[in-house]
């Protein structure tokens, strides 16, 4: 494995109080709610995990029910668990889009949205520009580098394991609710549910491991 000496100094952004951020999303052929165009894309799932200067790690989530239009509640739920960050991580800048998507959905929050967007920083760039392991396979996704970096870690055993089949079980949730029964429906919330936390747990972790690799 191969690490940059500047990984300690691309790290330094990512400290005090620092959330970690993913969110799922949906988009339906036919637009079902207000403003969007067909195949929109809806933010209508998300993973918040918190890691205090302690070291201490909270997490806080938020999954869609129903046909109701997810932004409004999604965003009232993403707002109140990112108050406390300094700074909130992503792995890529995909949860940019989907802060501004709510941002034009539900304009009355554009202010605290704005400022959780402000708050973002990408881990990726500090994987990609100062550590390289041979099994990364030249590929740079998390699930790609998380093997090689926190082996402990793994999404095999999850029902749900990839993004677009989150997307696609997230639309038949709440678009097709009534043609799935009680019980199946209830597993399947859980499936996306773990889905998603482990997203989120998986930089958690990365921050970690990259932090040890810079220490030694």
Not at 10 to 32: H, K, N
Request: hydrophobic share 40%; glycine share 6%.
């Amino acid at each position: 494995m191969i690490v940059e000496p500047g990984l300690a100094e691309a790290l330094a952004p990512f400290s005090g109080r620092l959330g970690f951020l993913d969110f799922e999303t949906v988009g339906p052929a036919i637009p079902v709610w207000p403003g969007l165009a067909p195949w929109g894309s809806v933010p209508a799932q998300f993973s918040y995990h918190e890691e205090s200067p302690d070291g201490k790690i909270t997490h806080k989530e938020w999954l869609a029910d129903g046909p109701d239009d997810p932004r409004p509640a999604l965003a009232r739920a993403l707002v109140d668990a990112c108050a406390g960050a300094d700074k909130i991580a992503m792995y890529t800048t995909f949860e940019v889009g989907c802060i501004r998507k709510l941002r034009e959905g539900v304009p009355e929050l554009d202010g605290p949205l704005q400022e959780i967007e402000e708050k973002l920083i990408d881990l990726r760039p500090v994987v990609l520009d100062h550590v390289y392991h041979p099994d990364f396979g030249g590929s740079f996704s998390i699930k790609d580098i998380l093997t090689p970096l926190v082996p402990e870690l793994s999404y095999d055993d999850l029902a749900v394991n990839d993004g677009n089949v989150a997307s696609a079980e997230i639309a038949r949730l709440l678009l097709e609710e009534d043609t799935i029964p009680a019980d199946e429906r209830e597993q399947l919330r859980q499936d996306l549910r773990k889905y998603c936390e482990q997203d989120t747990l998986a930089m958690v972790k990365l921050a970690r491991r990259l932090r040890e690799l810079a220490a030694s």
